[in-house]
């Protein structure tokens, strides 16, 4: 059953032009970015051989695209993830997947699962991106795996906190807005959360990207984006759920 | 379930829907009052009503996409409440707007509700083809839904419901909004279903209930004040255009009456 609504929600997805122009931009800007620290590499390449145990080429362009790519996606998902319930709804179509014999976890998990698809697309060409430097060296391949990985994660956070914005209005406007700015709360919390002491430290999905990005693998860290993740599904699931019950 | 399950049940339980004490109140205000159906297989239930009298309040409990606070719901002898996707894969509904994806085909949009519909895909190619020509949209299915006409749409809103052979159809207002002989094309459509399977309709049309349903029920105010026969309304020869405007005009004494 949720392959059913996978399938639809990728469907939908790309018959409208919006998604293709999405890959098209992001991949735009963040190939921009990576030829600009591929060119600051190469400057500063002979100059890196003169220290004993230089950062590689993964680490000084492939890490900074991956953290500029986080920030992207943080503004480009609330513009995906607003039509997920809010369009259902306002084009009275939620009905037809109510009514019909799908439960409502299957509902919300094949509406997650379709758009996180569409982000292993993205995250794959960045990836596709990265391995071209291999044409001319060595990549560091566990930094670059825990960096894929931090990605999908810190996605499927962003992802799971719109699919619940959205569950809670009729309008795909208010649930962008909504979206972007609990999105933009979380980076603030981040600069907060610069203080190595501070215990908004724990709380910023950004900082727990952050150890990801420079290849810590920290368990709390998993922990806390499986988390959220689950938290905001279940949030989504009951929002719905309490629709046929107050009406 | 099992499919020879299925057969079974249908064959055992000639009674496909089975409401009782119906009730629901969105706050302080009370939407639905104690209502009861009862219908057999091959009968059409019409539902009337003036505008907020709470049919289509009754449909979405029946239907399962609004809760009662009281009362117990049967479909084909399995509880709505208990077991709701059991219950809600004998169901088909139309709502008052049709649900339909603007932006998907026809037969893509067909396709993926009978796939909602646990539908195996051989099923889906013949049921396909023949709820298409049932419902006059041959020759339609690669055309895109937010370029069809009124009529068009409501019929793709009707093919959805039927696709997957419900053995309850129920209908908020299908034909709202269609020219005459459209609204002839899909009377005649409805009394075809209600030959196989049991259908509810609701409309404000007297006309439609007294060409195509057996069991007329009028609500006023939330509760059911009016409930006979086709049947036994012809042969007391009253008139249902006098019988609705007497019970449901604002007379409160008269609404209030329980019949």
Redesign the interface.
Known sequence: ?IT?IV??EL??LF??PFAWILLALMQLVLAWVFLGHLDAFLEIQSQLMQITNPPGVTEIVVVPVFAMAAIVLLMVTPLLTMRLIAEERR?????????????ITDIVLGKFLGLMIFFVMMITLLAGLSFSLIAGGTLDFGLLMSNILGLLLVVACFVSLGLYISSLTAHPTIAAIGTLGLLLGLWVVDIVASDMDSFARNFSLLKHYDYFNRGIIDSFSIVYFVLFIVTFLILTIRCLDGE??R? | MAFEDIIMIKKIASITVCAQNLC?N?GAHVVVQGVDLVLKQGEVLGLLGPNGAGKT?TLRML?????PNVGSLNICGVDLLGK???A??F?G?L?E????????TVD?FLR??A????MQCHEIKVALGDVKQRCGLSGMGKRLINTLSKGYQQRVGIA?AIIHRPSVIILDEPTVGLDPNQMREIRSLIKELGAQYSVILSTHILSEVEAVCDQIKIMHHGRIIFADTRAGLQQREESLEEIFSQLTSSNESVATKDI
Do not use: C, D, W
């Open positions: 059953m059913t399938e639809k469907k939908q018959t409208a084009n009275h179509t939620m009905v037809l997947l109510v009514s019909a014999p799908v439960s046929r019950l009406g | 629901r969105f309040s239907t399962g996409n609004l809760a709701p996707q059991n809600k894969a169901i509904y709502p707007t049709p649900p339909l994806y603007q932006e998907m893509e993926f509700v796939k909602l519909h646990r959805q």
